[in-house]
């Protein structure tokens, strides 16, 4: 028996008892998950059930309570501040995009891979062949592009930082069915490329058509975790939305 046969992997994102506050107001009241090297793992949840202040912490755009942990494969991002994370391997795409509004596709692209200086460097090039949709709109001003369009650029600049785990916030939200599908094939050939991603999505449908792990989010706190059985998805809908 090899030495490694029958131990678990050790995950690439451990989350342990994550809190945020926002001046006494418990958004995030003690979240506990796992991503392992290449899994795509969702949170769904109501509005305002703590989606977005989770990833924040996560990504180090809010401040983490006490007691709480975040580690990128064995290392402390707890008090690290953003942009080395970024360097750590996780990116992020946030809620309202955060593109540079005039400033050229490309640029904006290139501010990604800048922000990670050090890895391989085909940090565009890569992000480019994932979204090939991008090629045709790199001279063009982000402030000129549609909604869906923005939305894809925020996902180059993010993939172009080549990130170890991929942070994604409702990357669905506002965009037509046919560019939902295709954020839905985008996270699957990174998974399947090997990029994890922690994904938050309000809409269970895009969460179980990408990923069978599924925690769900309610008032802060995670109320369910499919665990990879997606067998009871009235009843977390139900709790998802109805709580
Ligand atoms: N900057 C802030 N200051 C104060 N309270 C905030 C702030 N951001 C979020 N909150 C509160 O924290 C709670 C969680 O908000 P959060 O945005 O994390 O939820 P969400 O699940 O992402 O919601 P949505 O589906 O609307 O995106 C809500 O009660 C919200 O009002
Ligand atoms: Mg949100």
Redesign the pocket.
């Given at each position: 028996m090899s030495a490694d046969q029958g131990v678990a992997a050790e995950p690439l994102l451990r989350v342990d008892d994550l809190r945020?506050d926002?001046?006494g107001?418990v958004?995030?009241g003690g979240v506990s998950l796992r991503v392992a090297e290449g899994q795509c793992v969702a949170v769904i949840?109501?509005?305002?059930?703590?989606?977005?202040?989770?990833l924040?912490a996560v990504g180090g755009f809010?401040p983490a309570g006490a007691g709480s942990r975040v580690e990128l494969a064995g290392v402390d991002l707890t008090r690290m501040p953003a942009h080395r994370r970024v360097r750590a391997g996780l990116g992020s795409v946030l809620?309202n995009r955060h593109l540079f509004p005039h400033m050229t596709v490309r640029d904006n692209l290139e501010l990604g891979a800048a922000a990670a200086p050090g890895r391989s460097g085909a940090g565009l090039r890569g992000a480019l062949s994932l979204l090939p949709e991008l090629e045709g709109l790199l001279d063009r001003r982000a402030a000129t592009l549609s909604g869906g369009q923005q939305q894809f650029v925020a996902i180059g600049r993010a993939l172009a930082t080549e990130p170890r785990l991929l942070l994604l916030?409702?990357p669905t939200n506002g965009l037509a069915p046919r560019l939902v599908e295709r954020v839905i094939e985008i996270v699957r050939h990174l998974r399947a490329a090997g990029t994890a991603t922690l994904l938050?999505e309000?809409r269970l449908e895009v969460a179980v058509a990408i990923t069978a792990e599924v925690h769900v989010?309610a008032h802060?706190r995670v109320v369910h975790s499919t665990d990879g059985d997606t067998a009871d998805l009235a009843r977390i809908a139900h709790s998802a939305y109805l709580s």
């Open positions: 945020v926002y001046r107001v958004a995030v949840g109501a509005n305002g059930a703590g989606k977005t202040s989770l924040r809010v809620e916030d409702e938050v309000q989010l802060g």
